[in-house]
C-alpha cells in the first residue's frame, strides 16, 4: 500500500514542529552582581566591618569643604576607572559615596562592570550620612601635611 503524499507531508511537518516546541536546555545563569543601594542606618548597622572598603567618589574640593567619613579612601569619580588598583579584589565588599548619590551610583556601575561583585551605594550620600545624624572627619585630619 502506498502512503498518500499529503498523509506523509503532515506527519513530516508535526514532527519537525514539535521538535521546534521542545524545551531547549537551560545555559548556566552567571554570578551577576545587582546595584545596592543602601541608606545611613543600613550602612551603620554594617560598622565596624575590616572587610569593607569605603569608597568616596567627590571631588576634593567638596571633601576639603565637608570633610569625610572615618575609614573611607578618596578617588574622585574621573579618576576611578584608573586607580582600580588601590582597592582590595574584585571578590571585597566596596561601599560608595559622594554628595547626593548620582556620581556614586555611576562609580557603583564602573566598578561592576570592572568585575566587583559586591559594591554597595549609599543612598543620598553624603547628605543622607549626615542627615541621619552621623558625623564625618574633618578635612584636616583626612590630609595631612
Known amino acids: 500500500m502506498k502512503a498518500k503524499p499529503t498523509l506523509l507531508l503532515t506527519l513530516t511537518a508535526l514532527l519537525l514542529l514539535g521538535a521546534c516546541g521542545a524545551p531547549a ?25 575590616d572587610n569593607l572598603t569605603i569608597v568616596d567618589v567627590r571631588t576634593t574640593q567638596e571633601l576639603q569643604e565637608t570633610g569625610i567619613i572615618a575609614g573611607a579612601i ?27 548619590g548620582n556620581r556614586s551610583s555611576q562609580a557603583q556601575e564602573l566598578l561592576i562592570d570592572a568585575g566587583y561583585s559586591d559594591v554597595l551605594n549609599l543612598a543620598g550620600g553624603i547628605g543622607g550620612w549626615t542627615g541621619a545624624g552621623e558625623q564625618l572627619i574633618p578635612a584636616t585630619q583626612f590630609f595631612t601635611p
Not at 537551560?26 to 565596624?48: G, H, K, R, Y
Open 74 to 100: 578618596h578617588i574622585p569619580l574621573d579618576q576611578l576607572a584608573s586607580h582600580l588598583d588601590q582597592l582590595p579584589g574584585k571578590d571585597s565588599q566596596i561601599l560608595v559615596y559622594c554628595r547626593t
Open 25 to 49: 536546555a537551560e545555559a548556566p545563569v552567571a554570578d551577576v552582581a545587582q546595584a545596592i543601594t543602601i541608606n545611613a542606618d543600613e550602612f551603620v548597622s554594617m560598622l565596624p566591618n
